[in-house]
């Protein structure tokens, strides 16, 4: 039985006029298995693990890395699974950091360049990133958390504008890492303050170009946006079939980057 855990964009690839569209998933064994959609035929793959540990989540598809699929083993390593190889490869660093089981997100300045970031959340609840840069190569950073009564919780959310990311902390707040002048800096962005409804420990999605969506404790869920490129303001509660309040309310409460 395959459980799907992929959270990144499909990869299609066009040759002539026909158009595939592959999917990854991950079994409960353990191994990575590959889906490829073609003509409204299905085709399975086993792509197995690497040699040394059984994989635990898809952490990026494609979008860091062209035919590159990024897993987490259940060891809490990184590994790289090639699609054109299919050879597997561990991403070696130090053997105190244990990454936790959960999808990561990718920042690159552009598509033309290999430059860019893995950022993913450790199992001690600090902020990691594996980072490529032209001048320096491969390198890894690790940020911590936002203070240190407070860890991150979940997995990142998306990324904005190419320098900020948005996560949940441990105390139901949510926080951004933000670059300001070449240097990444944390801003608590609490949580609406109507009815002070704490933020869930799952991950937060982008609803617009400038908004993310994040769900609230009892259920429901809030919207946070970017105005004026320059402050995150709550918005609006939504309430939702799980929530146990239908009823929906609006905040504004700006949260300025500087």
Request: charged share 20%; net charge positive.
């Amino acid at each position: 039985m395959l459980m799907e855990v992929n959270l990144g964009m499909d990869y299609q690839a066009k040759k002539g006029r026909l158009q595939l569209k592959t999917l990854f998933f991950v079994s409960k064994s353990g191994k990575l298995i590959k889906l490829v959609v073609s003509l409204n035929k299905l085709k399975w793959k086993d792509c197995r693990n690497p040699p040394d540990a059984e994989v635990a989540c898809i952490l990026d598809q494609e979008l860091f890395r062209k035919n590159i699929v990024f897993v987490i083993g259940r060891n809490g390593r990184l590994y790289q699974y090639n699609k054109v190889t299919d050879l597997w490869h561990e991403l070696y660093h130090s053997q105190h950091l244990v990454l936790s089981q959960s999808p990561g997100t990718v920042i690159r300045p552009s598509l033309k360049t290999l430059s860019g970031s893995l950022f993913m959340i450790s199992i001690e609840g600090g902020l990691v990133e594996y980072q490529r840069s032209s001048m320096y190569g491969w390198n890894w950073v690790e940020h911590g958390t936002p203070n240190r009564d407070v860890t991150l919780v979940g997995s990142p959310g998306p990324s904005f504008e190419g320098n900020q990311l948005f996560f949940t902390g441990s105390d139901g707040k949510v926080y951004l890492r933000y670059m300001h002048k070449k240097s990444w800096k944390w801003k608590d962005c609490g949580f609406p303050y109507v009815g002070n409804k704490l933020v869930a420990p799952t991950r937060p999605i982008q609803f617009s170009k400038g908004s993310v969506i994040f769900q609230l404790r009892d259920g429901r869920l809030a919207e946070i946006q970017l105005v004026e490129k320059r402050k995150w303001v709550w918005s609006q509660i939504i309430g939702t079939p799980a929530s146990l309040c239908s009823e929906n309310y609006w905040s504004t409460v700006p949260y300025n980057l500087s």
